[in-house]
């Protein structure tokens, strides 16, 4: 499709509880870039793949964040041991090639942890 | 380290009444400025990418231009429906970095 699909729209974790986050892109596109947007519109990167290779992941909390893009599936961002640090709204876009192009954002997912 | 400086934080018009956006960037090696628009509850949808130093662009009522500081987003007579949060962004070698966000109403 021409949207970057991500689900759930919301989701609400107890502190320690796991929270995974999908993105489908936009098919065709071999770049997918996981954001974090935290309160004041702060966009913080947190890792890119070309397909479903690990293309930079130099903002990504290496200790509870994991992330994955495999063939035919929808990428997944996945939060163990959740913190309450961790409120936020997470976009996923896509791009159709590495370069000076612009994103395509998802709606994005907002995560709350109580 | 790269950094982008958005101002004013927020911006307050009547229907009708132009202004700019600015945006401040300190990079080395820019490939590209982007110019998105968030709703909110939305991901930011992309308006406009310049390359060099001169170069402009126009959309309807906007107009994005570009020096080797700094980006301006000109609004001509705003609607109601350009409230949104403008966010400028931009790319080196690394993937893209933004800016806070200026926050547009405009009231009818």
């Known amino acids: 499709g021409e949207e970057v699909a991500q689900t759930p729209k919301h989701l609400v974790r107890g502190e320690g509880q796991k929270a995974k986050l999908y993105c489908a892109p936009i098919?065709?596109?071999?770049?997918v870039f996981w954001y974090q947007q935290v309160l004041k519109n702060e966009f913080k990167f947190l890792i890119s793949?070309?397909?479903?290779?690990?293309?930079?992941e130099t903002g990504m909390p290496k200790e509870r964040f994991s992330a994955k893009c495999l063939p035919n599936s929808p990428c997944s961002l996945e939060i163990q041991a959740t913190k309450l640090e961790d409120s936020a709204v997470y976009f996923c876009?896509?791009?159709?090639?590495?370069?000076?192009?612009?994103?395509?954002f998802g709606s994005g997912t907002r995560l709350t942890v109580v | 380290e790269d950094q982008v400086t958005q101002s004013p934080e927020a911006l307050r018009l009547q229907e009708g009444e132009s202004s700019s956006l600015n945006c401040s960037y300190t990079?080395?090696?820019?490939?590209?400025l982007f110019w998105y628009r968030q709703d909110p509850g939305k991901g930011p949808e992309f308006l406009f990418t310049?390359?060099?130093a001169g170069e402009e662009k126009e959309k309807e009522r906007l107009k994005a231009t570009l020096t080797k500081k700094e980006s301006f987003l000109h609004i001509t007579a705003p609607k109601p429906e350009d409230s949104a949060t403008y966010l400028c962004?931009?790319?080196?070698?690394?993937?893209?970095?933004f800016g806070k966000g200026t926050r547009l109403s405009v009231i009818a």
């Open positions: 876009a896509s791009s159709l090639r590495e370069g000076p192009y612009g994103y395509t």
């Open positions: 098919k065709g596109h071999s770049y």
């Open positions: 793949f070309q397909n479903e290779n690990v293309f930079d």
């Open positions: 990079v080395s090696g820019l490939r590209g």
């Open positions: 310049l390359y060099s």
């Open positions: 962004a931009v790319r080196t070698n690394t993937p893209l970095v």
